[in-house]
């Protein structure tokens, strides 16, 4: 991997890359609608000045009908000047804050119209956005994590934007239009949000490990999880205080097991009458098998409690040898690892069909209020924000893969680059995107029971098969009220590019 980039990533590279999760959590029995009473209360939000300000006659409560916003010599519509737009970020961070308020800055320059940023940390926006949703006070533009889309959706809190989208969709990836935006559909009957980028999962490896211990490995070949498993007990030296793999306990614990047990029902959750699967015999040994790297002590006793940022801060620390995570940790080791130190092997495959099932997200993605009352402006600032050299710039500082076919300046995602081992694995022809836990909101048990469960057989305190079963009958349980409420609905089955 060369800091020193000398090649540029074609169009066609971009475009054929970029696969995407499928976004859970949407009800269809109902969408976003703007009805009167919600454009009362959300002109109560304008005069408290909760949401924007702008006169209707400028921006208006609708849209006009889909068009591109950037004209042929690069410069901005300038239809909205004058109006002030709320922007909510969810996850800030100093990088992601100066971005935006750069970004803003130059956004008013280009079209008049100027952005209020705000922002909320990550651990009480959940909360935060409940809050503002219900009393009709959600920004114009704001940033949301799939997780949340069913509840919002369902409350009719967000925008649908096909009619805004039109024919302007030929301008995004195939990955957006044919998976992720197809899924928005399936699932809430149109489409609510634009990604912020894409990622896929890796196994970052501490290479200097591997060449200290004779261990050879080859990024561009597939592995079994087995293979893995193997790996981190090799580079696990409790005598110097080291351990081949980075635990995840915390939040999110079952999100790699999920994708592994997966390999067993071939990418499914649930069959297609809605009953569970991954409670069977192959999936109870593929979860043992997965947190015996904390059970057999391959994992640092304190990582039963570790979430994201833990995570990370200790493969690059050099406490652990193994990170299984998102193509977006990729920006942190350039900044803060030499290029000697680490590689990136793709996700194992699965040891009974050779799938590579792999949880391909967009960290987070734009929506717009459904109580905006300027939604013309709005919709113009996300169009900006997702054009492609601003997706470009975007992606580079946060590790993610653009949505947009013509943001390919970026020789990170050439065959050598830095991304290398994440396009192969996107271009790979056994690459299929798993089904997600399920249509319906799941946010209290992600953030709950899924990792609490697990801690409990860490610890002692149950057995696997409690554990895991506790787990499914709390799914299962989700999933058949769901089929019960939304009778029409299709469940999930995993989902490739063909």
């Keep these: 991997m060369k800091k020193t980039t000398t090649t540029r990533a074609s169009a066609l590279i971009l475009a054929l890359v970029l696969l995407c999760t499928l976004f859970a959590g949407c009800s269809q029995s109902k969408n976003a609608t703007t009805s009167a009473s919600t454009a009362a209360a959300s002109s109560a939000a304008v005069s408290s000045g909760a949401a924007s300000s702008g006169s209707a006659a400028t921006s208006g409560s609708a849209a006009s009908p889909a068009q591109p916003a950037q004209n042929a010599d690069g410069t901005w519509d300038q239809e909205y000047k004058g109006t002030t737009l709320t922007f909510l970020d969810v996850s800030p961070s100093d990088t992601r804050t100066g971005y935006f308020t750069e970004l803003f800055k130059q956004f008013e320059k280009d079209t008049g119209v100027s952005v209020e940023y705000q922002s909320v940390p990550w651990d009480d926006a959940a909360n935060k956005l409940t809050v503002l ?32 989208i039109g024919d302007t969709q030929d301008q995004y990836t195939e990955a957006v239009t044919k998976l992720y935006w197809q899924s928005e559909k399936t699932r809430c009957g149109d489409i609510y949000t634009i990604p912020d980028g894409l990622m896929v999962k890796g196994i970052y490896v501490r290479k200097d490990w591997c060449e200290a211990k004779g261990i050879k490995l080859d990024p561009t070949k597939d592995w079994t999880y087995d293979e893995f498993f193997d790996l981190v007990a090799k580079l696990t030296d409790k005598s110097a205080g080291t351990y081949g793999a980075t635990y995840r306990g915390a939040r999110g614990a079952l999100d790699p097991i999920l994708a592994y047990m997966q390999g067993y029902t071939g990418g499914a959750t649930y069959d297609q009458s809605g009953k569970i699967l991954i409670n069977s015999d192959e999936c109870l040994q593929a979860f043992i098998k997965w947190t015996d790297m904390y059970k057999k002590g391959y994992a640092p006793k304190d990582s039963i409690n570790w979430g994201f940022t833990e ?27 030499q290029d000697s130190q680490w590689m990136v092997m793709p996700q194992p495959i699965s040891s009974k069909d050779g799938i590579n099932y792999n949880t391909i997200s967009a960290p987070y993605s734009y929506a717009m209020s459904a109580s905006s009352q300027n939604k013309g402006a709005a919709w113009l600032l996300m169009q900006y924000m997702t054009s492609a050299e601003k997706q470009a710039e975007y992606c580079k500082l946060t590790g993610e893969i653009p949505v947009k076919k013509d943001a390919s300046n970026l020789d990170y995602y050439s065959e050598n680059g830095y991304y290398g081992t994440f396009v192969r694995e996107l271009n790979a022809s056994n690459l299929a995107v798993p089904a997600t836990y399920g249509a319906f909101d799941y946010t209290d048990l992600h953030q709950g029971l899924f990792h609490e469960e697990i801690q409990s057989y860490l610890l002692g305190d149950e057995d696997a098969k409690t554990a895991l079963n506790n787990i499914c009958s709390a799914l299962q349980e989700r999933q058949t009220q769901y089929m019960k409420d939304n009778p029409t609905a299709k469940v999930e089955t995993a989902l490739t590019m063909k």
């Design 133 to 164: 949703g219900t009393s009709n006070k959600l920004p114009d533009v704001l940033t949301v994590w799939y997780g949340w889309l069913g509840q919002f959706t369902e409350a009719g809190w967000v925008e649908p934007l096909s009619k805004y």
């Design 311 to 337: 995570m990370v801060d200790n493969f690059v620390g050099g406490l652990t040898g193994t990170l299984c995570n998102d193509s977006e940790v990729a920006a942190t080791l350039i900044n803060k690892m």
